[in-house]
């Protein structure tokens, strides 16, 4: 391992010289090591991606993704260089958790960077990741939201069929609409549905359904291979994780999670809090029934025009009884949306993304 501070081995420590001079004697032109002391694997941060020899290695390894793709090609470069002996080398690249990768989302920000670069300046290199099909936008992070619209428009209008074909799968609910698999460059789907028949567009290409435009645009383009025969469990597996996101989303909604402000809870919550400890002992006891009451109204989840009230008095100059009773009394206004007509979801199109290796 080799760090700013220099090389660490099994043995003990080296410095950085010792350490890459066991690593690539043959570039850096210095006598070989004994077989013990040789290096095979050497493991570094961006400290080496630029400005070194190290053509005597065959393999790069990328741990990570670099936030642009000029950094990619520096790391490779460092090997893939006039002098190897190597005719070829050779390019692999870790791939993070579903869940890290759909958090982070490197690999489109990277295809995103290098288009945009390709579109302004212009470049003969090769996009930064072996399957490009699979992260690059076909449009410019650049384009604006209606363009990214009629790309999705056009990439849909183009799947039209003169006679929609309904495929039927033995053990699996019907669907109302059709379903279809195809062999893609990430596993995911993309399924056309409705709520309370307002529609939807949602995908899956790294574990996480979304109606983001990007995902849904990358999710579609690569939609390239041969149609593939439907397997239930697939569709069942599919079913289920559009379920979770519906009742998620309804949850989230009904709750008012999306306009919650942490801070502002962190500061009424304090509010509170200080409102106890500084009352006169005579007045404590009292304060403390209405104080009870207002940090569980702070500190639960509600709607959103209950969130703006919160909001509100977390910002206020009342005085602290009346700061309590305030926030006290909200605990009339709490209104639960699970009422007797829930939100209906109903699936109308869905086409299963299968990777093949």
């Known amino acids: 391992m080799l760090t700013a501070r220099g090389g660490v081995v099994a043995g003990g420590k080296l410095t950085r010289d010792e350490t890459l001079a066991r690593f690539a004697p043959n570039a850096l032109r210095v006598e070989a090591p004994r077989r013990a002391e040789r290096i095979d694997l050497l493991l570094a941060t961006d400290l080496l991606s630029e400005g070194m020899n190290l053509q005597d290695a065959d393999v790069v390894v990328h741990l990570d993704v670099p936030w642009t793709s000029a950094r990619m090609e520096q790391r490779v470069g460092r090997i893939a260089r006039m002098g ?146 439907t397997d239930p469990e697939n569709y069942l597996g599919v079913v289920d994780q559009i379920r979770a996101w519906f009742h998620h989303d309804r949850a989230a909604e009904s709750a008012g999670v999306g306009g919650s402000r942490p801070r502002a809870r962190k500061r009424l919550l304090s509010r509170i809090d200080a409102a106890i400890e500084s009352s006169p002992p005579h007045v404590r006891i009292s304060r403390s029934r209405d104080a009870a009451r207002a940090r569980s109204i702070a500190a639960g989840e509600h709607g959103a025009a209950l969130e703006a009230e919160l909001d509100l008095l977390a910002h206020s100059l009342l005085p602290d009884d009346q700061l309590l009773a305030a926030v006290a009394a909200l605990d009339s206004k709490r209104v639960w949306e699970h009422g007797s007509h829930p939100a209906k979801l109903t699936i109308h199109a869905m086409l299963l993304l299968r990777e093949t290796p």
């Open 84 to 229: 190897s002996v190597h005719p070829r080398v050779h390019v692999y690249l870790i791939r993070p958790p579903a869940s890290a990768a759909a958090l982070l989302g490197s690999e489109l920000l990277v295809q995103k960077k290098w288009s945009a670069a390709k579109h302004a300046i212009g470049s003969t290199a090769r996009p930064p990741f072996a399957d490009a099909r699979s992260t690059e936008i076909p449009i410019s992070v650049l384009d604006s939201v209606p363009e990214k619209t009629e790309r999705l428009r056009g990439i849909l209008e183009s799947w039209r069929r003169s006679e929609p074909i309904m495929e039927r799968i033995d053990g699996a609910e019907s669907l109302d609409g059709d379903v279809a698999s195809v062999q893609a460059t990430h596993s995911g789907f993309v399924a056309a549905l409705s709520v309370n028949d307002q529609p939807f567009l949602v995908s899956s290409i790294s574990g996480r359904v979304s109606t983001d435009l990007d995902c849904q645009i990358a999710a579609c383009s690569s939609c390239e291979g041969l149609e593939l025969e």
